[in-house]
């Protein structure tokens, strides 16, 4: 056999056997940690700096009844005490559920767990449900919980109603809303608009 064929062949067979490996890692590493979500990271550009800053960060799962997460940021940075933590800024998160509906939480920063894909947002949170406009301070998403809590300074307005609350929990398979005050002593704050002409 000629040469140059030979170590085609080689080279072949190298690179075949380190992308089989790597593809075994990688589906190893995805089913021991989480055996019912896939994560792909769609976009990141690192700094070339000892800060671990990424620029233009987006990271996108699904789950096993095909809700999709995803959440973006202009920049985010691994923490200093555990590799699987990235502090963000500029948040923008997307839960679509399987039949389309959609919820989107815009914060100034999170953080987002790489391995549990929860989420804490904070400060200027905004969160869009069909026509319903919740402002908070706070905002933890639990992924594999299945539900979102809010918390601090609950501010929720749709056409017809305004509430002001401590907290609340929407638990995302059953849709189903819980709302309560963190002091038993005070009670939940609601304006009611007739027709929403008011």
Same mark, same amino acid.
Request: glycine share 2%; aromatic share 8%.
């Given at each position: 056999?000629?040469k140059?064929?030979?170590i085609? &062949? ?5 690179? /075949?056997? /380190?992308v089989?490996l790597l593809?075994?890692?990688?589906? @190893?590493?995805v089913?021991?940690k989480t055996?019912?979500?896939e994560k ?7 700094k ?10 987006? #990271? ?7 809700n999709? $997460?995803?959440i973006?940021a202009e920049y ?7 590799s ?5 800024r500029n948040?923008? +998160?997307q839960v679509?559920?399987n039949?389309?509906e959609k ?6 920063? +999170?953080? #987002?767990?790489?391995?549990s894909?929860?989420t804490?947002f904070?400060?200027? !949170?905004i969160i ?5 406009? !919740?402002t908070c301070d706070?905002v933890? &998403? /639990?992924? /594999?919980?299945q539900?979102i809590?809010l918390?601090?300074?609950?501010n $929720?307005?749709? &056409?017809? @109603?305004?509430l002001i609350a ?7 398979l059953?849709?189903?809303s819980?709302? #309560?005050m963190l002091?038993k002593d005070?009670k939940?704050?609601v304006i009611?608009?007739?027709n929403?002409?008011?």
């Amino acid at each position: 056999m000629n040469k140059k064929i030979i170590i085609q &062949l080689i080279l072949f067979f190298i690179i /075949l056997l /380190l992308v089989i490996l790597l593809a075994f890692k990688y589906s @190893t590493k995805v089913s021991i940690k989480t055996p019912d979500i896939e994560k792909i990271i769609i976009s990141s550009d690192l700094k070339e700096s000892s800060s671990n800053v990424i620029n233009n960060i987006e #990271y996108s799962s699904n789950d096993e009844q095909g809700n999709q $997460y995803s959440i973006k940021a202009e920049y985010g940075r691994v923490s200093d005490k555990d590799s699987n933590i990235i502090i963000m800024r500029n948040v923008k +998160a997307q839960v679509i559920f399987n039949i389309h509906e959609k919820i989107t939480i815009n914060a100034s920063s +999170a953080t #987002y767990n790489a391995v549990s894909y929860d989420t804490n947002f904070k400060d200027n !949170i905004i969160i869009k449900y069909d026509k319903n406009k !919740i402002t908070c301070d706070n905002v933890d &998403l /639990l992924f /594999l919980d299945q539900k979102i809590k809010l918390y601090n300074n609950i501010n $929720y307005n749709n &056409l017809n @109603t305004n509430l002001i609350a401590d907290g609340m929990e929407i638990d995302l398979l059953t849709k189903n809303s819980k709302i #309560y005050m963190l002091n038993k002593d005070k009670k939940i704050n609601v304006i009611y608009r007739g027709n929403g002409d008011n």
